[in-house]
């Protein structure tokens, strides 16, 4: 079992809808990184965090430490939204864990 | 443009050749990891450096597979003798922890795709 499951692999939405991907983590992972992969495969860094939640723009990021689970949403999604999107949890302090990814299609 | 870089950006090469690529991290960054990702696949971890000093090695490095980051600036990553499945996309990413506790975000390079025939 992978450490970082997230769901759903693949996620289609037409433009404007509210979009929620998810994340469960196993012990032993101290902070979840949401990142964003566009084709071609350069990783941007979106959301790094410990408790609570954390948004910017339209990207809101959630996490709920009693049961191991955060969300990325994206309100009023746009095609130039499409991409992956990948969950990471901090192993340590040392290295980064990763979920297979979702990917997102938004289509006009 | 995140301010990591490396090179190549594509590399084809034939089964049994070595290949050799460099990553260049934000200038300040003490920090650097490598890591490896496959088609439809999330990235995995290869290995890391706290300034020259290699601190953990995934088992997934094998003895083909080394990496030196001699003066603690850029780092390279060699494979040898490849095979086709060592066919990926090789990530580096850096970062600036206040000290070895603690954990920030990594900024990563646009990465090196590598095509084993």
């Known amino acids: 079992k992978n450490e970082v499951e997230q769901s759903p692999q693949n996620l289609t939405a037409q433009e404007g809808e509210f979009i929620t991907i998810n994340c469960s983590y196993s012990?032993?992972?101290?902070?979840l990184h949401w990142l964003q992969q566009h084709p071609g495969g350069g990783i941007v860094s979106l959301f790094m965090?410990?408790?609570g939640k954390k948004k910017h723009g339209r990207l809101i990021a959630t996490i709920n430490i009693q049961e191991k689970h955060s969300s990325l949403h994206i309100t009023a999604s746009h095609p130039r939204d499409s991409a992956v999107y990948i969950c990471?949890?901090?192993?340590?302090?040392?290295?980064?864990?990763f979920g297979q990814g979702t990917r997102l299609t938004i289509n006009p | 443009d995140t301010g990591v870089s490396q090179n190549p950006r594509h590399k084809i090469t034939k089964r049994g050749q070595n290949v050799t690529f460099r990553c260049d991290p934000i200038?300040?960054?003490?920090?650097l990891y490598w890591y490896r990702q496959t088609l439809g696949q999330g990235p995995e971890f290869l290995t890391y450096?706290?300034?020259?000093?290699?601190?953990?090695k995934s088992r997934l490095l094998s003895d083909r597979f080394s990496a030196e980051r001699p003066k603690g600036s850029f780092s390279t990553l060699e494979i040898q003798r490849t095979e086709q499945g060592d066919s990926a996309m090789y990530l580096c990413?850096?970062?600036?922890?206040?000290?070895?506790?603690?954990?920030?975000?990594?900024?990563f390079g646009p990465g090196t795709r590598l095509t084993v025939l």
């Open positions: 990413a850096s970062s600036s922890p206040r000290d070895l506790s603690s954990y920030n975000e990594q900024f």
């Open positions: 012990v032993g992972i101290s902070a």
């Open positions: 965090l410990s408790s």
């Open positions: 990471a949890g901090s192993q340590g302090a040392q290295k980064l864990v």
């Open positions: 200038s300040e960054h003490n920090r």
């Open positions: 450096f706290q300034n020259e000093a290699q601190l953990e």
